[in-house]
């Protein structure tokens, strides 16, 4: 038996005594669930009980981001061990009603209710009066509570009674996450209707930004950023989620990208422009041009028409450096494979492979020179093709 498993009391306290322990833990979460065989699972489950209860109690900051994302892994492989096909088409095609009850919670603002209520009185709130504050049906609002207290952000503490947790406090109104799923919320109609376009479109890939999806569901020939400017609420959200996603301190780019070294500058010369919204490329020949999730938003043909703006911009000697999604060749993720649709849907954008980076910029006049890991994102650093 693995050297990790604990043999009584005393060494089991030690075992979730500390980060390393906690982590030692974890490397026994995830060698027992890829085992193979049911029997050996079924033989473990004790130990798997105890050791996922110390990781659950202690939180996920407690882990290393690689082991947090390892006990995810492994628990989504055993998973998909274990369900059957019936139920793991069933838990696929159920995910629109579990993301359109999270929009219909957060537009009615139930987590900010809930979390206002028990800020005054200290007690959960009883669906009568969430129903009354939000103006939802009595009837109605405990269809949309299940959905909340299965996905743990709510927790019905009593009958007809619910508290909002953690998780959900993160969904408040002002809260980036609560932004996210307004923003969220408007890919809706597009990938609901998505199969009827592209079935009218001959399964092509969307190549126009003003022609996609989006403009499809909503009967419009204006890009997904333009529609947004006459939305304010829709577009406050939007800002909201995507400052969110910003990247966090441990991860920025520059911490990575040796920049003492390649953007040092003399005279009154810029040593880097931030094309924020595509308008950077007004500033000429600075040392380095940063782009930070833009060109995913765009298909190949405005995608080059950007970077073409861009390269007027520059000088010889100056760096590109585009801060995105880099997709593996093989085997992306789950998450990664949502992204991408979500980038069709809004704006038929799409992520790419550094296949797929490699002939966008060769197509717009540059070559990748590196490509350096910054946390889930890469910086790709390209300069001008002379040759």
């Not at 939000?134 to 207290?149: E, K, N, Q, V, W």
């Not at 990208?257 to 094309?275: A, P």
């Not at 020949?285 to 080059?304: F, G």
Request: one cysteine or more; charged letters at 25%.
């Amino acid at each position: 038996m693995a050297s990790f498993l604990v043999v009584n009391r005393e060494e089991e306290e030690q075992c979730y005594g500390g980060t390393a322990a906690l982590e030692q833990a974890t490397d026994g979460i995830c060698e027992l669930l890829s085992a193979v065989g049911l029997h050996s699972f079924t033989a473990r489950r004790r130990l798997i009980s105890r050791q996922i209860s110390a990781s659950v109690a202690a939180g996920p900051k407690a882990l290393s981001e690689a082991k947090r994302k390892e006990v995810i892994e492994a628990a989504c492989q055993l998973q998909e061990a274990m369900e059957t096909a019936e139920e793991k088409v069933f838990r696929i095609m159920s995910m629109p009603n579990d993301a359109t009850a999270l929009v219909i919670a957060a537009d009615m603002n139930l987590f900010d209710i809930a979390a206002g209520h028990i800020g005054s009185t200290g007690e959960a709130i009883a669906v009568s009066d969430l129903a009354a504050m939000s103006g939802a049906d009595i009837h109605f609002l405990p269809r949309i509570l299940r959905f909340l207290a299965g996905h743990g952000l709510m927790i019905e503490v009593a009958e007809d009674r619910y508290q909002v947790t953690d998780a959900g406090r993160l969904l408040l109104n002002d809260q980036p996450l609560g932004g996210m799923v307004l923003a969220m919320s408007m890919s809706l109609l597009p990938l609901g209707n998505m199969l009827q376009y592209f079935r009218r479109h001959g399964f092509q890939n969307p190549s126009e930004s003003e022609r996609g999806p989006w403009q499809y569901a909503h009967g419009s020939d204006r890009s997904f950023f333009r529609w947004l400017e006459g939305k304010p609420k829709e577009k406050k959200a939007f800002h909201l989620a995507m400052a969110g996603l910003r990247p966090n301190a441990a991860c920025q780019w520059f911490e990575h990208f040796r920049v003492r070294e390649k953007l040092l500058v003399s005279g009154s010369r810029m040593s880097l422009v931030d094309v924020g919204g595509g308008m950077g490329h007004d500033a000429k020949r600075a040392k380095a041009y940063y782009m930070r999730m833009i060109l995913h938003d765009w298909p190949e043909k405005q995608a080059q028409c950007i970077l073409a703006k861009v390269r007027q911009a520059m000088s010889e000697d100056s760096l590109l450096l585009i801060n995105e999604i880099v997709l593996p060749e093989k085997g992306i993720s789950l998450y990664e494979a949502r992204m991408d649709f979500l980038m069709m849907a809004f704006c038929a954008g799409m992520e790419r492979t550094e296949r797929q980076w490699t002939e966008l910029l060769r197509g717009a006049g540059f070559v990748i020179r590196s490509i350096w890991t910054c946390g889930a994102t890469r910086l790709i650093e390209a300069a001008l093709d002379t040759v």
